[in-house]
C-alpha cells in the first residue's frame, strides 16, 4: 500500500560561529548576517521519509516556512527524491515562536488533507527547543513518537519505531496518520541525483519568479505565462501564503508568539588551571589519591 509523507524542514542559520551581529536590537535573530543551511536533522528526516517510499511506494511531500530564500532547501529535497515542494511564504509569518510556527504549519498539513506519515527533525539548530513538531501533532490531533533513530516494521497501518531517550531505547507502536520526529543519527542522507538536480536546478517558486521578471522590467502578462510553463513541466514550487491557509492572523508570527528573546550571547570555553601526571604507575596513584582527597570520588 502506497504511503504519503510530508517532510517538515527549516533552513537555519549556519551557528557554527555566533557574533553580536548574529541579533538585532528586538531580540530577533539576524539571518542576513550568518549563511543559511538545511537544518541537520530535518534531512535526516527527509531521508527517513524517502526510504519509506523506496520501500513502500507513495509520494514525498517537503514543506518549509521562511522568506524566498528559503526555496533553497526544497531543490535540495528534490534533488534528493521529494515529489512536491511548497513554501510557505507571508510577512505575517515573521519573528514566529515554535507555537505560531506549529499552528502555521498544522494549517498547511490540513490543506493538503491527504497524508500518512509526518516526519520532522527532532529540532532546529537555530533554537533546540523540540517542541515544533510534537506541537504541530497536537494540533492535528494525531499520534506522536518523538526521538526516533529507525522505523522496525510498518504495515497495515501501523508502525513501530525505536526511540533514543537519557535512559536507554525503547520500541513504541502507533497507528497511522501519525508524527515522527527524527535525530540526526538515524540514518545516512543520500546525496543529490544528478539527474534530479539538473532538472530541478530551474524550479522555481513564483516569487523567485517575480523578482526576476521586475529585475527584467517584464509584464504581469510575462510572469503569468512563466509560472504556467514551469507549471507544465513540474518545475513550479507551490507557494501558499496566510490567505491560502486561511489562518487566523493573531495566532501566526510575532502576534501570535508569546515567547521574546531577551539577548543572543557567544560563550567562549577558556582552559584554567591544569596539572599534569606522568604516564607511570606513580603518577596514576598520585592522581587517584588527589581526587579521593577531593571528594570527586571515592
Given at each position: 500500500m502506497p504511503l504519503h509523507s510530508i517532510v517538515l524542514a527549516k533552513q537555519v542559520p549556519d551557528t557554527t560561529d555566533i557574533t553580536p551581529r548574529a541579533m538585532k536590537a528586538d531580540g530577533t535573530l539576524n539571518r542576513s548576517a550568518l549563511p543559511a543551511v538545511f537544518n541537520q536533522d530535518d534531512?535526516?528526516?527527509?531521508?527517513?521519509?524517502?526510504?519509506?517510499?523506496?520501500?513502500?511506494?507513495?509520494?514525498?511531500?517537503?514543506?518549509?516556512?521562511?522568506p524566498s530564500a528559503a526555496a533553497d532547501i526544497l531543490r535540495?529535497?528534490?534533488?534528493?527524491?521529494?515529489?512536491?515542494?511548497?513554501?510557505?511564504?507571508?510577512?505575517?509569518?515573521?519573528?514566529?515562536?515554535?507555537l505560531a510556527t506549529s499552528y502555521t504549519l498544522s494549517a498547511a498539513v490540513n490543506k493538503i488533507k491527504t497524508f500518512d506519515l509526518i516526519f520532522c527533525?527532532?529540532?532546529?539548530?537555530?533554537?533546540?527547543?523540540a517542541q515544533v513538531g510534537p506541537q504541530?501533532?497536537?494540533?492535528?490531533?494525531?499520534?506522536?513518537?518523538?526521538?526516533?533513530?529507525?522505523?522496525?516494521?510498518?504495515?497495515?497501518?501501523?508502525?513501530?519505531?525505536?526511540?533514543?531517550?537519557d535512559e536507554g531505547c525503547e520500541r513504541v507502536r502507533a497507528i497511522l496518520p501519525l508524527l515522527i520526529t527524527v535525530i540526526s543519527d538515524s540514518n545516512e542522507?543520500?546525496?543529490?541525483?544528478?539527474?534530479?538536480?539538473?532538472?530541478?536546478?530551474?524550479?522555481?517558486?513564483?516569487?523567485?519568479?517575480?523578482?526576476?521578471?521586475?529585475?527584467?522590467?517584464?509584464?504581469?502578462q510575462m510572469f503569468e505565462s512563466?509560472?504556467?510553463?514551469?507549471?507544465?513541466?513540474?518545475?513550479?514550487?507551490?507557494?501558499?501564503?496566510?490567505?491560502?491557509?486561511?489562518i487566523d492572523p493573531s495566532r501566526c508570527g510575532r502576534a501570535g508568539s508569546p515567547t521574546w528573546v531577551k539577548k543572543i550571547e557567544r560563550v567562549v570555553l577558556t582552559g584554567g588551571e591544569h596539572k599534569s601526571y606522568p604516564a607511570t604507575d606513580e603518577g596514576v596513584h598520585q592522581l587517584m589519591h588527589e581526587l579521593m582527597e577531593e571528594h570527586t570520588f571515592g
Open positions: 534531512l535526516h528526516a527527509l531521508e527517513m521519509a524517502l526510504a519509506v517510499k523506496d520501500e513502500h511506494g507513495g509520494t514525498v511531500t517537503i514543506i518549509t516556512m521562511g535540495e529535497a528534490l534533488y534528493r527524491g521529494a515529489d512536491r515542494a511548497i513554501l510557505l511564504t507571508d510577512r505575517r509569518f515573521a519573528a514566529a515562536d515554535t527533525g527532532r529540532e532546529a539548530s537555530d533554537g533546540n527547543t504541530v501533532a497536537e494540533k492535528l490531533g494525531i499520534p506522536q513518537i518523538t526521538c526516533v533513530d529507525q522505523i522496525c516494521s510498518l504495515d497495515g497501518g501501523r508502525l513501530e519505531a525505536r526511540r533514543l531517550s542522507p543520500r546525496p543529490p541525483a544528478a539527474k534530479r538536480l539538473m532538472r530541478f536546478k530551474k524550479a522555481l517558486t513564483p516569487g523567485e519568479v517575480k523578482k526576476r521578471i521586475g529585475a527584467e522590467g517584464a509584464s504581469d512563466r509560472c504556467r510553463a514551469l507549471k507544465d513541466r513540474g518545475l513550479l514550487i507551490e507557494e501558499w501564503n496566510g490567505d491560502d491557509l486561511a
